[in-house]
């Protein structure tokens, strides 16, 4: 038998792992891309979610006539005819009461107004902290002044007026397409990070040829590609359901979308960069998600809060970018009629993405 010469027995190495190109970050956007899609209830969460959010709140808040106003008259000599009268105002309803019964259903917000008439006044009691009990007051008094041989010295004319862009699901749409953005780029991108950390997942991607810097930017290209579908879906669900128009530039919005995107993927991977638990990075998540939810006017305008909170409302990462939306969708402004939003939210982007490169680690 001839032997072999000694190279031969000996078996290969495997070919040495380089570093450099795009072919790792391509390959990881990708796997990125197949994961996301084999997850129903992700799918769920980034695509039907936002939908029943839409449906639900619209038909909640949609445009109506305001609700007939609740008068409590007090039982007396007059209350039969202070009830006739008031039942003939428009928008008002009033029923006779004992004294107490009326004082409780004021009390407890089942009237809006109790009217007690004596030898001396007329008086009305209301809660001065609820608008319909102040308008229930102004109607009911102009309506008994009017019955006690009150003329009026100007001839009115009302004339309703309802212009689009001016109903609360027009206000609330940009609102929630940005509320998606946030909870896509913390949850999406800076929970996925950890709950990959605690699989061992990224030990076994340090061995790969793929950066972390091409592993952050991954994550958050990974997320920006579902970006544009889902709130295309978002603003032609709003469109076709409740007639939500939007009067700038669609490139704008998409601009907006695409920052905003960036943005809150780069705030979730600062906040991913070292945590080791889901519990730590939930906790994070939430404590930063509330005052956004609550104060940077997504669901209602900020300008409720007081004069010394505006300032710290106004620094919130989702402030810049619901009142950009808002700006461009429904007074159509232009991208450099929102320089001073797009500033914030790109500041917020860049910042906590250098923050992640400088401190993440593999484990």
């Known amino acids: 038998m001839t032997s072999q010469p000694a190279s031969a027995a000996r078996p290969l190495p495997p070919p040495a792992v380089t570093a450099g190109g795009h072919a790792p970050l391509r390959a990881f956007i990708a796997s990125r891309l197949v994961e996301f899609c084999r997850e129903p209830e992700a799918l769920f969460w980034v695509y039907g979610f936002p939908l029943v959010m839409i449906l ?127 909870g896509g780029g913390l949850w999406g991108v800076g929970f996925a990070v950890v709950e990959m950390r605690i699989r061992k997942l990224l030990k076994r991607f340090f061995a790969t040829p793929l950066a972390h810097w091409q592993f952050l930017f991954g994550m958050m290209a990974g997320r920006m590609l579902f970006v544009i579908p889902e709130m295309v879906l978002l603003v032609v669900a709003a469109r076709l359901l409740f007639g939500v128009q939007v009067f700038g530039s669609a490139a704008a919005v998409v601009a907006l979308l695409v920052l905003g995107a960036t943005a809150f993927a780069g705030i979730g991977l600062a906040i991913a960069a070292r945590a080791k638990t889901l519990e730590a990075v939930s906790g994070a998540l939430n404590l930063i998600m509330l005052p956004m939810w609550l104060g940077s006017g997504v669901f209602f305008s900020r300008e409720r809060y007081p004069d010394w909170l505006q300032p710290v409302l106004a620094a919130l990462p989702l402030t810049p970018l619901v009142d950009a939306l808002r700006g461009v969708m429904l007074e159509g402004r232009t991208l450099a009629g929102c320089a001073g939003e797009i500033t914030a939210i790109a500041a917020w982007g860049i910042i906590c993405f250098a923050i992640a490169l400088r401190i993440f680690r593999w484990q």
């Open 56 to 182: 639900s709140l619209g038909i909640a808040f949609r445009q109506q006539p305001l609700a007939s106003l609740r008068v409590d008259v007090v039982a007396g000599p007059a209350a039969a005819a202070d009830a006739a009268t008031l039942n003939a105002a428009p928008g008002l309803t009033a029923t006779i009461r004992p004294q107490a019964e009326a004082a409780e259903r004021l009390r407890t917000g089942r009237a809006d107004l109790v009217v007690e008439r004596s030898a001396a006044a007329v008086e009305f009691r209301t809660d001065p902290t609820r608008p319909e009990a102040v308008l229930a007051r102004d109607r009911a008094h102009d309506a008994l002044e009017r019955a006690a041989g009150r003329r009026d010295l100007l001839t009115v004319r009302d004339t309703p007026v309802e212009s689009p862009g001016g109903r609360y699901i027009d206000f609330l749409v940009p609102g929630l397409m940005a509320l998606s953005l946030m």
